[in-house]
């Protein structure tokens, strides 16, 4: 049974490879602190912030996120797509998280808010009515993605090809439209 943990504070702490496993934390807030050399195992956050942390390169395989805040977090080359993929709710707003991977998760209703999601990998990932508010999405892959009513209207960088991805009813700006023509190597001014 793991270790359960509700309504607590923690700030400015630097936790060790598996000092955060097998444990429960509920309505818990993390500032400051660092997740860099954790191993996560059999780990759950449920209605969670983290604010100013950073959880670069640490394996989160199985970590469950259920209504978790992230922000201002550094979350470079985190691999989601391990993560337990029941009830996973989660939100971001000014993190960095470049290099990281969402395959096939399951994500209605995710916010991203001026965050840099460089190079991230959305295939086959559900991202219905995920709203990208101001997001750096360069490079980022939405293969056989199901996007349908996102909002993208005030990202930019993106690159998408229609006849791969499902966009039913998502919003575009007139100048983000070229990011969904570029397979076809026009020049669009």
Do not use: W
């Amino acid at each position: 049974m793991p270790e359960y943990y509700l309504d607590l504070q923690y700030n400015d702490i630097i936790y060790g490879e598996e000092e955060v496993n097998f444990k429960e934390f509920e309505s818990c807030t993390f500032t400051n602190c660092d997740f860099t050399q954790c191993n996560f195992i059999a780990v759950t956050f449920i209605d969670c912030n983290f604010n100013n942390c950073n959880f670069n390169s640490a394996k989160i395989n199985h970590v469950a996120f259920r209504t978790v805040f992230f922000t201002n977090c550094k979350m470079t080359d985190m691999n989601f797509a391990m993560c337990d993929k029941l009830i996973f709710e989660v939100h971001f707003k000014d993190c960095i998280l470049d290099f990281s991977k969402f395959y096939t998760l399951k994500m209605k209703g995710t916010t991203f808010t001026n965050s840099s999601l460089v190079a991230v990998d959305f295939m086959s990932t559900n991202l219905t009515a995920v709203s990208f508010n101001n997001c750096d999405l360069y490079r980022s892959e939405f293969d056989k993605a199901i996007a349908d009513k996102a909002d993208f209207r005030s990202s930019y960088n993106y690159s998408i090809d229609p006849s791969r991805t499902k966009l039913k009813k998502a919003q575009f700006s007139l100048d983000g439209l070229k990011g969904l023509l570029n397979k076809y190597d026009i020049v669009v001014q």
